[in-house]
């Protein structure tokens, strides 16, 4: 099925529960696609999983457009949705129009991703008002890492909770066509996804959301330093991965590559 932010809220009216992994790559995005994912995120976490950075801080705009529209070129049928980073949206309404008009009009996406909820409410009534889908995102919001000081569960306490409640209900009214809830705990993300009609996507958030997203590298296990408890691993990719590239080098190094059917 092609996708499209109606088909995508349409399944939550539906219940029937919504896909989601990150691509920044185009043989990634192909077989996202391929195996029916319904939303690939081209994800700010590109700075860290691609270029290796700390923070999701550094990346920049035209880096964004350039992954968006590789990702976009190999996407058949899934909603391909870009993470607006760092500063492209927060400075002002002119500036979010012009960058985030940039994402739609050069790399051929359905949509935008923006951070926070009452302090952009403003910039996502424009941004939907011109004809740009915008999914929200609440909870973690890496891009705020410096001011939360680490990556720990967010809204435990009731003010933060309140709060998230409500910045959910506003992302709704100013017209966000989902929202991404990240590492709360189990029971809010289930009052939210139960207090608005757009779909939640969760990550780390239990459950009861209307859909689920995972940085695709994590699925993959491509990470050995860290183990996050809200990931499921089903591939040990940087084993794996390893043990072929050594086990190349041990053929080059011992003359066994290239045999005589690989030669000419
Ligand atoms: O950048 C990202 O990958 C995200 C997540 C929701 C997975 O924002």
């Keep these: 099925m092609k996708h499209t932010i109606k088909t995508i809220f349409s399944m939550k009216l539906k219940k029937e529960k919504i896909t989601a992994l990150t691509a920044y790559d185009f043989l990634t995005a192909k077989f996202l696609d391929e195996s029916g994912i319904d939303i690939i995120l081209v994800g700010d976490s590109l700075s860290n999983v691609f270029q290796g950075n700390k923070t999701t801080l550094p990346v920049t705009l035209d880096e964004m457009i350039y992954h968006a529209k590789i990702v976009t070129s190999a996407v058949k ?42 302090e952009i409410a403003n910039i ?61 705990p189990s029971q809010l993300a289930k009052k939210v996804t139960a207090s608005v009609s757009i779909p ?20 993959l296990g491509m990470f050995e330093e860290f183990n996050l408890k809200f990931v499921r691993k089903y591939f040990d990719g940087a084993k794996v991965f390893k043990e072929v590239f050594s086990k190349y080098k041990d053929d080059v190094k011992k003359k066994k590559f290239p045999n005589e059917k690989e030669s000419f």
């Design 124 to 184: 996502v009534k424009k941004l939907t008002s011109i004809g740009i889908p915008v999914m929200g995102h609440l909870g973690l919001t890496p891009q705020s890492i410096n001011q939360f000081g680490d990556y720990s569960l967010r809204a435990t306490e009731k003010n933060e909770a309140k709060k998230l409640l409500s910045d959910a209900k506003i992302l709704e009214t100013s017209n966000c066509f989902s929202i991404v809830l990240e590492k709360i």
């Design 77 to 118: 049928n899934a909603l391909v949705i870009v993470d607006m980073p760092f500063l492209s949206y927060q400075v002002s309404e002119t500036d979010a129009i012009k960058n985030c008009g940039r994402i739609m009009k050069e790399t051929n996406c359905y949509g935008v991703k923006l951070e926070g909820g009452i």
């Design 200 to 219: 939640t996507i969760g990550i780390g958030a239990g459950i009861h959301c209307d859909g689920q997203i995972l940085v695709t590298h994590d699925i």
